[in-house]
DNA sequence: CAATACCAGATTGTCTGACAATGTCAGGTG
DNA sequence: CACCTGACATTGTCAGACAATCTGGTATTG
């Protein structure tokens, strides 16, 4: 029961964000069945308002949903992990090396990074690395390279929520890497912007790819598909 | 669009398709008010299903809507189409280096670009020209840059219906650009392969704004609002 | 005569309630 | 024990209704 916290503007909107809050804060596990009838009396909402959010979330990828069956959260494997930082690599060193074309440096990014260093050694950090790598793409003038990068980050939240990975590098150590494509971006070095931010991200993707065949056994896959 | 849908029994995607290719065609010029009442007496859909349809279009780019208003068929200025190609060029670059990571050539790009030459060489090329590029990022294992690219694709469409531009280049020659891209990718050639791909997608980019610049006079553009 | 207030129409945003189509699963039957 | 059947759950869609909101024009007012 999140409790009837929906007063906001636009209905569906609301009912999907609370929606999308329970799915990423696991409150709803994977596999967990979404029917349209629990989302109408949760939120208190008719059930089409509830279908219509339900459809958002599988267009976004955090539910899946199969003809005349209940919406599920989705399940992420080791290849779509690996496949959502892959295609997050080549968004976001596009969007570094539009930056760099003219030494534009977010000013939010900074200060994203800034905070990251602020915390808590021992905190998680994962909401603050997301803030930063958002500010980047968003400090561009695209406006599709946003919408895409957000498409990604909304499943990649979920993957990291699922493969429960906290800090699997260090604050710090992230930070630094922050940093250097900053630096890179102010000296308006296209290349070496680009080439530090998709080496970044590979190396979350590796990360997190380790971290998942060492928590779910299975050790061979790769480019297989299931 | 083709992402997910394939139920087309579907009635909702029947709506999404027929106004879509309305939007495509022109039978709807930019700017044209969409009204759910339009979309509901025209498709013989009840309100709520022309709504949904409706909704699914904003999403994808082709109509935009504000608040309490009928959405619209939505314009493409320069920049749009600038940041159109300059988004989708990152990402079949990002597929073909997959590509080539494996040597992989899908053979329907090879159909695809071999239909193109055997075309009449007056015949407008546009649409076999997408299907080799989408075969192109559909061949890679990847899911999500099919994704994404389906969804860049939609808006490029439509702005290419708008920018009247029929062969600004000659189909041989971007036939033979795309056989180059092949051979690339045949030969492993990664950085080869990527870079031609950005090449041919920014120099289509380049071509079609500057016909743009030279139909539209002006070097004002984008959505105007009042 | 100009500026403002206000009203009517159009359109959206959402609800309630209903019904058919489809898929699931437990029980009964041979 | 395999198989058929029918109740149940859930989706997919519809119809009609009503409040909220925006637009544009008209009437009122200074």
Redesign the pocket.
Known sequence: MPSDSIDA?????AVVAALREAILSRGLVPDA?????YVSSTY??????A?IA?DRLVTEGLLV?E?????RVRRLGRDDIDDLFTSRAAIEAAAVELLAATSTVPADAVEANRALLDQPADAPYAARDIAFHRSLVNGTTSTRLPRLHDLLMGEIELGIAQVDAHRLRSADEVAAEHRSILDAIAAGDVERAGRLARAHVLASRDGLVAHYDSTHGSPHDSTHRK
């Open positions: 503007s636009v209905r569906p909107d069945a979404v029917t349209e009838a208190a909402v008719a059930r089409p308002t279908r339900i949903r003809p005349h069956h209940a919406a």
